[in-house]
């Protein structure tokens, strides 16, 4: 018998609170969702860039002025960082005998003590709309490092980067920081008590009424030729 003990990434845990049909088989059969297209693309693009250009930053022993005008500090221990970007920052549940994790982009530091969750995104509108997922994500990654014994605070940051093409077809770059107050990191608790119901469950459960892929599939289930 296999000791394995399963995982469950921070995309997993915002895939079962978007949809606990789509959750379910994912982990159960491997089906996974149709992939969107959110600017994804343009954002793995960027991440690597804007993770040297902190990283340059820290070996300089210096703090970006975009950070410092916030009173933050770059969180400056390379040996966890490099661990919480590769394999991320791992959860073993006692009771659940799963591994949760997420893997951060970079994290922040205040008062020399407190880690703050901090996110890259990229987008290709002037107008950044911060949706609820993505509080979401920092307050998974806030979870998880709480659950590791670090010190967090109740906020996150996110480094938007704005692109945008002119009438010449010239590219404007435009970055700024966007500040998320208060973060809720004990509610996971209770959503991950949920969650495994779910994923340990024999039966099908029902999908989010709003959930379009369900919706697709069920009404071409249901069509009458």
């Not at 149709?34 to 690597?48: L, N, V």
């Not at 500090?73 to 949760?100: A, C, M, T």
């Not at 020399?112 to 890259?120: A, H, N």
Request: net charge neutral; charged share 30%.
């Amino acid at each position: 018998m296999s000791n394995k003990i399963n995982k469950i990434s921070r995309s997993g845990i915002e895939l079962f609170l978007d949809c606990p049909r789509c959750f379910w088989l994912d982990v159960k059969f491997k089906i996974k969702r149709p992939k969107e297209f959110e600017g994804a693309y343009i954002g793995s693009k960027y991440d690597p860039l804007l993770k040297n250009y902190f990283d340059q930053h820290r070996q300089n022993n210096n703090v970006p002025p975009e950070i410092e005008k916030h009173d933050l500090k770059l969180f400056n221990d390379i040996k966890k960082l490099k661990k919480w970007r590769g394999s991320g920052i791992e959860f073993l549940h006692p009771q659940h005998n799963l591994v949760y994790y997420g893997k951060i982009d970079d994290l922040l530091i205040k008062d020399d003590k407190f880690l703050v969750p901090f996110d890259f995104k990229t987008t290709i509108s002037s107008n950044f709309q911060v949706y609820e997922s993505y509080k979401r994500q920092l307050e998974i990654y806030g979870y998880l490092l709480n659950k590791s014994g670090e010190e967090v605070l109740d906020f996150g940051v996110l480094y938007v980067i704005k692109i945008e093409i002119d009438g010449n077809f010239e590219k404007i770059e435009k970055r700024e920081i966007y500040i998320l107050e208060n973060l809720d990191y004990e509610k996971y608790d209770e959503i991950l008590e949920e969650l495994v119901k779910v994923y340990k469950s024999s039966e099908e459960p029902q999908p989010n009424p709003n959930c379009n892929f369900c919706n697709y599939f069920l009404k071409r289930k249901n069509l009458e030729v």
